[in-house]
């Protein structure tokens, strides 16, 4: 007899299955950040957030296989865990993005988890895009302020929400300003110069996640707030080390004071174990190379052109959304690629609404002209 849980894990799953929705970790083996193996085939890959390969670039090998005297933080950053590398990581994180200061966390979702409610809460506003990512959302709930969701990048109808909170909570009450800057699905920009203006005309705070503008966008690669000219009007950027930057790990920049208080209300920075030492190490290395070598950079767009051109399409990120609409013919599509050597994934609810199922294409810098050149005739020749 099966127990109660077991039954409900039976009748969800299967409820789950019966809408195309079922989802299933695959084990792959990467080769490199282009290419990846399944069974022994080899698939030029298309699905991964490492825009610029330095998940596999020399300068990050060399300090991650550096052997330090441990490899667990062994406690949370405020009991034990907050050795130097965590020092000489927040500097160079506050230096490259021109901040006073940085604050890492253990991910990019444990960083929105944390900040959320340590800045506003019951009686303050959030006021969001309907696209924002997961974490935000959840942290957005978590922190129990009041939530207005504005249409993607709709800034007529976030003027209104704001202008309604404003006349709402009166001048005193918070409203925390909140959207992507490079959207993750849909690879689109928010336009932040509006957003800029927004927050000074209604005093609101402005959050900025550039989880996949990070070393992508800017001359400098510091994001979007760089590409828009308006860092100084970001007041909380947040960001990841998880993709460009080809490590693991979340973080907030700002002011000192603003690390400050996060630092003492942050649960999820607080109650959790820091970052290995050797992450620490391999991300400032990662934050080195993105400096160093914008011709990293330069070949990734050069990237986006070229499949650009060869689609007769002109996308503005590395992120290529190809819509589908239907969830199974979406996941067919995805194996038909896999079939002709790629690794394209199928994006399916609750990930992006229902009936709206996509095929997302993330380019690198390290893919050659020849795979691009190749993945247009293919998606080409499925479109007819
Ligand atoms: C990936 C992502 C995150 C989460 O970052 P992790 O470090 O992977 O937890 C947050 N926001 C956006 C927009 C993302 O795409």
């Known amino acids: ?43 030029i890959n298309f699905s991964s957030n490492d825009y610029l390969g330095l998940s596999t670039h020399p ?33 160079a994180l506050a230096d490259f993005k021109c901040c006073e200061s940085a604050l890492v966390f253990t991910s990019g979702y444990a960083a929105a988890l944390g900040t959320l409610p340590a800045l506003v809460g019951k009686g303050d506003f959030i006021v969001m895009d309907k696209l924002c990512h997961a974490c935000l959302v959840d942290a957005a709930r978590l922190s129990e302020a009041t939530l207005r969701v504005f249409p993607h990048n709709d800034m007529r109808r976030c003027d209104a929400l704001l202008s309604f909170c404003r006349s709402k909570g009166g001048s005193h009450s918070k409203i925390l300003l909140l959207t992507e800057s490079l959207f993750s699905m849909d690879g689109d920009l928010a336009p932040l110069n509006v957003f800029a203006e927004l927050r000074d005309r209604y005093d609101a705070w402005l959050m900025v996640d550039e989880a996949h503008a990070t070393g992508v966008l800017g001359i400098h690669g510091r994001g979007g707030a760089e590409h828009f000219g308006v860092e100084t009007h970001v007041d909380i950027s947040m960001g990841t080390l998880s993709k460009a930057l080809g490590c693991v790990g979340g973080f907030i920049c700002g002011s000192s004071l603003l690390r400050e208080l996060l630092v003492n209300r942050a649960r999820s920075l607080i109650y959790s174990t820091g970052l290995p030492t050797t992450l620490c190490a ?27 051109d060869a689609l007769k399409i002109k996308p503005n990120s590395p992120i290529l959304p190809i819509p589908i609409g239907n969830e199974r013919l979406c996941v067919e599509r ?35 002209k020849e795979d691009l050149l190749r993945l247009a005739h293919v998606l080409r020749n499925f479109a007819r």
Not at 288 to 306: A, D, H, Y
């Open 1 to 43: 007899m099966d127990s109660s849980l077991q039954q409900f894990c039976r009748s969800s799953l299967a409820e789950i299955e019966s809408s195309g929705l079922l989802r299933i970790l695959q084990n792959w083996e990467p080769n490199d950040t282009r290419t990846l193996s399944k069974e022994g085939q080899h698939l």
């Open 59 to 91: 300068a990050l090998q060399k300090e991650s296989s550096i052997i330090q005297r441990s490899f667990g933080a062994g406690a949370s950053r405020l009991i034990s865990g907050n050795h130097t590398a965590y020092r000489q990581l927040e500097k």
């Open 282 to 308: 391999t991300a400032c290395a990662a934050i080195q190379t993105v400096r160093s070598q914008p011709e990293l950079r330069e070949r990734l767009w050069k990237n986006v052109e070229i499949l650009g």
């Open 334 to 368: 995805s194996l038909q690629l896999r079939k002709e050597g790629f690794l394209i994934p199928a994006v399916r609810y609750p990930t992006v609404k229902r009936g709206k199922a996509m095929l997302r294409a993330s380019i690198s810098a390290t893919h050659t």
